[in-house]
């Protein structure tokens, strides 16, 4: 694949790969919308199975369009591999050693990943702090290194998803998503400035009655 070379990229890919090497770490990265999230993913998984060819990789999400997206990532990354795709919302039922899967589709039928090594989650805020919901259903027995990455790891009626009782994710291995990393793409024109417009519709909540 060729892709501009873009200096977050492969530090957060590397963070977050030794992380997902060590023992007991469950690591989370996050990346500004736009920053590239489909690169850094292929370019993990790239490694991952340089240093361990035979393992098998799942990748999961709760939307068609990113599993679209990231089916079209790992493509370009794996021209000489065939990527599964596992969603009853896009017609396809595979099984591969790379697969990239819808939740809602694989959630009750979690043997059918049992083998699996490492399991990536992308928009990794959908994962709820509590026992329940499908991806800790799914999560349950899994014996997978169990990773994430999104543009927010903040999550309303928690907090930072690797942070408090219950969570899932452990450690946060790489987050651009702070004022002044965030800026600094801006500047560096990895990313776009913000402009904002003053609507002109004016809403009148003075009327507007607080509890």
Not at 51 to 72: F, M, R
Not at 74 to 87: A, C, N, Q, T
Not at 123 to 152: C, L, P, Q
Request: aromatic share 10%; proline share 3%; charged share 20%.
């Amino acid at each position: 694949m060729i892709y501009e070379d873009r200096w977050y990229q492969s530090e957060c890919k590397d963070a977050w790969i030794k992380d997902i090497f060590a023992e007991n770490c469950n690591p989370i990265v996050a990346v500004p919308t736009g920053g590239g999230k489909t690169v850094i993913l292929g370019m993990t998984i790239q490694e991952y199975l340089t240093k361990y060819p035979d393992n098998k990789v799942l990748v999961l999400s709760h939307t068609s369009l990113i599993l679209e997206q990231d089916l079209a990532a790992l493509e370009e990354f794996f021209p000489d591999k065939y990527i599964g795709m596992h969603s009853a919302g896009l017609h396809a039922r595979e099984v591969e050693q790379i697969t990239v899967a819808g939740i809602q589709s694989v959630y009750r039928n979690p043997k059918l990943f049992m083998w699996y090594n490492l399991i990536i989650v992308d928009e990794v805020h959908a994962v709820g702090h509590k026992s329940e919901g499908m991806y800790r259903t799914f999560f349950k027995d899994s014996m997978a290194v169990i990773a994430g990455m999104s543009a927010t790891i903040f999550r309303s009626g928690h907090g930072y998803i690797h942070q408090g009782p219950g969570v899932l994710f452990n450690k946060l291995s790489y987050d651009l998503t702070s004022m002044h990393k965030f800026n600094r793409l801006v500047d560096e024109g990895y990313l776009c400035n913000l402009i904002s417009k003053e609507p002109e519709t004016q809403l009148d909540s003075s009327l507007v009655k607080k509890s």
